[in-house]
């Protein structure tokens, strides 16, 4: 089935830890993105990709990095977490061709640091 | 900054109730498009308006827009307790290349 995955779901870190979210999707989507949802508040892009070996910066700085080897997989990684973190990450895709640029998002990673 | 910008912030309605959402925004689009996200969710892509248009339908949902005012509206007629969740507009322009620019969504809640 046609979807996109993230893990772990829920992390709860101790600061100075380096993590990795994980996002799959297997909708053969060439466009990526993650965005950054602190509760009840709006989204910020924080890195996207438009094909394997492409990622660029979003809107909002962030400390994380990014890369992009598989069309399928588009982890974020932050080599030293920091209680400034603590957030929802969301990951998306959407088509490439497409000029609507419709993006199917995962359900979330919960990321607390202590 | 903020491109999208929702209006009412929260909404409490009755089952059967209609429910309104207004999104306004600054810059020139390519499309508006509205998300839905129960809690502690992902987004689900729910209707999209391209710029040319004035008035989507889908299901229960219809969308306006007016690009001379810069706003949309998203309403939900017959509403059900299960349309409870917060309620987004994300923005496409041809500047923000394949970016969309989320609004801060609005919170719905409907009571049985």
Known sequence: EADIYQTPRYLVIGTGKKITLECSQTMGHDKMYWYQQDPGMELHLIHYSYGVNSTEKGDLSSESTVSRIRTEHFPLTLESARPSHTSQYLCASSELAASYNEQFFGPGTRLTVL | ?112
């Open chain 2, 1 to 112: 900054s903020q491109q999208g910008e929702e209006d009412p912030q929260a909404l409490s309605i009755q089952e059967g109730e209609n429910a309104t959402m207004n999104c306004s925004y600054k810059t020139s689009i390519n499309n508006l498009q509205w998300y839905r996200q129960n809690s502690g969710r992902g987004l689900v892509h729910l209707i999209l308006i391209r710029s040319n248009e004035r008035e989507k339908h889908s299901g229960r949902l219809r969308v306006t827009l007016d690009t001379s005012k810069k706003s949309s509206s998203l309403l939900i007629t017959a509403s059900r307790a299960a349309d409870t969740a917060s309620y987004f507009c994300a923005t496409h322009t041809n500047q923000a290349g394949t970016a969309l620019i989320f609004g801060k969504g609005t919170t719905l809640s409907v009571s049985s």
